[in-house]
């Protein structure tokens, strides 16, 4: 069992940044895959990251590639989702999930846990 809490939501300007936390309970953060989705209101939840259990691969969606940058720290059972350069279009509800297989993964129907997430306002 993983339990997973976001912190570091907030509102931002365009154009600014700011850092979410995941913070993970449970014997199997190190083992996991993590991941980093959002959803805006009235859409689908989408892929933003994800990263592989002991942090060597990183993955990203194509339009924050450049700009995000999904981290861990596995003593500290912790990923990070640091957002640089932010844009209207990134506001949305950031959630992050585990996989326990430890395969790195895309689609939000291959996590097994989930945080409550954490909203992200950017501001035009």
């Known amino acids: 069992q993983v339990q997973l809490v976001e912190s570091g939501g907030g509102l931002v300007q365009a154009g600014g940044s700011l850092r979410l936390s995941c913070a993970a309970s449970g014997r199997t953060f190190s083992d996991s895959a993590m991941g980093w989705f959002r959803q805006a209101p009235g859409k689908e939840r989408e892929f933003v990251a994800a990263i592989s259990r002991r942090g060597v691969n990183t993955y990203y969606q194509a339009s924050v590639k450049g700009r995000f940058t999904i981290s861990r720290d596995n003593a500290k059972n912790t990923v990070y989702l640091q957002m640089n350069s932010l844009k209207p279009e990134d506001m949305a509800v950031y959630y992050c999930?585990?996989?326990?297989?430890?395969?790195?993964?895309?689609?939000?129907?291959?996590?097994?846990?989930w945080g409550q997430g954490t909203q992200v306002t950017v501001s035009s």
């Open positions: 999930a585990a996989r326990t297989s430890g395969v790195v993964a895309w689609g939000v129907y291959e996590y097994d846990y």
